[in-house]
C-alpha cells in the first residue's frame, strides 16, 4: 500500500506542476493573441516584430514575419512558424510522459503485494486458502497447479473446479 501512495503523491505533484505551468503559458498566450490580434488586422507587421514577450504566440509571429522580410513565399513563412512552434512544444510536455508510466507501475504494484503476501504466509506455514480466493493465479507462481501440488492447502485450479485436498 506504501508504495502505491508513495507513486500516487509523485503522480499529483507532477500532475499539479505541469497544471500550473500550462495555466501560466496559456494566460501568456492569450495576453499575447489579444494585443497580436489588432495588430494583425491592421497588418502592422512591424510593430508585431518589435513585440517583446515571453509567450510562445510571440515568437511564433515573429519567427514567420522575419521569414516574410526574407522571402514572399508562404511555404517557407509557414515552415518558419511550424520550425518556432517544434521549439516550443518540448518545454510544454515536459514530464507528461511520466505519468503514463507511473500509472502503469502503480497497476502493477498492487499484484506484487498480494504475492508477497501470499509467499510470507505459506513460509509462516499457515493456509493460505483465503488468500487463493481471492487471487487464484497467486500459488502458481509458487508451484501448484491443478496437476501437480507442493502446498496442498494452496492448491486451487486456475479455472476454480478443482480444489486442493484441505477444505
Not at 505541469?18 to 503559458?25: D, P
Not at 501568456?28 to 507587421?45: C, H, R, S, V, Y
Not at 514572399?72 to 503514463?100: G, N, V
Not at 480466493?133 to 500459488?139: E, G
Amino acid at each position: 500500500m506504501l508504495p502505491i501512495a508513495i507513486v500516487l503523491a509523485i503522480g499529483l505533484a507532477i500532475a499539479l506542476e505541469r497544471a500550473i505551468y500550462l495555466f501560466r503559458v496559456s494566460r501568456e498566450n492569450g495576453k499575447a493573441i489579444a494585443t497580436i490580434n489588432p495588430m494583425l488586422q491592421n497588418l502592422d507587421f512591424n510593430n508585431i516584430a518589435s513585440l517583446s514577450g515571453k509567450s510562445a504566440v510571440t515568437g511564433i509571429f515573429q519567427a514567420g514575419i522575419q521569414r516574410m522580410k526574407q522571402t514572399p513565399k508562404r511555404e517557407e513563412i509557414e515552415y518558419a512558424m511550424e520550425e518556432e512552434i517544434m521549439d516550443s512544444l518540448p518545454q510544454l510536455e515536459k514530464r507528461t510522459q511520466y505519468l503514463a508510466t507511473l500509472a502503469n507501475i502503480s497497476t502493477l504494484l498492487g499484484p506484487v503485494g498480494d504475492h508477497y503476501r501470499s509467499y510470507c504466509s505459506i513460509l509462516s506455514g499457515s493456509k493460505c486458502r483465503s488468500i487463493r480466493k481471492s487471487n487464484p493465479v497467486v500459488t502458481i507462481h509458487f508451484g501448484c497447479d491443478e496437476h501437480h501440488c507442493l502446498w496442498p492447502y494452496c492448491c486451487y485450479s486456475i479455472t476454480g473446479l478443482s480444489r486442493g485436498i484441505a477444505n
